[in-house]
T-cell receptor
């Protein structure tokens, strides 16, 4: 099966600019996640979707970050305006099951550098 | 508040020997634990998991041990192979909570297996 697709792979922007990341989950996976991984740390959940509804966005900095999952398939994560501390790898993941623990399948991520 | 900790940033092992990666957690509500492996420029891939009702789970060369009273788990790789060289993340979930995908990750341990 095709894996989780993410684009772009790399992005360099200046602070205060905006940026958007795209994710296409594994076909049939209803649950989609965006994680932020800062260098030297483990991934941290930003937002979780079940189909096109938000399940958990408690750790999303909503003053600058936004995400949507129209039609319950693809998703975009946007940062506007970016700060230096947003430099990280942004990982998208998807899973099939909702009502039980299920391993997440991760994409290869987008590495963002804010200068 | 680091609820999942991997206190060893790195581990170096000779090929054929055992690799032991450790993980401690503080949240007693965690009841499902996973290990992920990550190669450079790729997303994390699921390796093995264990439910809190068990104290051991085995899959080929990989075994995970859980000590609930000590809030400690470990991943054993026997025998270690050069291809096992990667970053290993421990993750935990409160499966009885409202968000199954809200994995809490440790900081990761870099494993290097020397030929």
């Amino acid at each position: 099966e095709a894996g989780v697709a993410q684009s772009p792979r790399y992005k360099i922007i200046e602070k205060r600019q905006s940026v958007a990341f795209w994710c296409n989950p594994i076909s049939g996976h209803a649950t989609l996640y965006w994680y932020q991984q800062i260098l030297g740390q483990g991934p941290k959940l930003l937002i979780q979707f079940q189909n096109n509804g938000v399940v958990d966005d408690s750790q999303l900095p909503k003053d600058r970050f936004s995400a949507e999952r129209l039609k319950g398939v693809d998703s975009t994560l946007k940062i506007q305006p970016a700060k230096l501390e947003d430099s990280a790898v942004y990982l998208c993941a998807s899973s099939f099951e909702w009502l039980g623990p299920s391993p997440l399948h991760f994409g290869n991520g987008t590495r963002l550098t804010v200068t | 508040d680091q609820q999942v900790k991997q206190n060893s940033p790195s581990l170096s092992v000779q090929e054929g020997r055992i690799s032991i990666l450790n993980c401690d957690y503080t949240n007693s509500m965690f009841d499902y634990f996973l290990w992920y492996k990550k190669y450079p420029a790729e997303g994390p891939t699921f390796l093995i998991s264990i439910s809190s009702i068990k104290d051991k789970n085995e899959d080929g060369r990989f075994t995970v041990f859980l000590n609930k009273s000590a809030k400690h788990l470990s991943l054993h790789i026997v025998p270690s192979q050069p291809g096992d060289s990667a970053v290993y993340f421990c993750a935990a979930i409160h499966a009885g909570g409202t968000s199954y995908g809200k994995l809490t990750f440790g900081q990761g341990t870099i494993l290097t297996v020397h030929p």
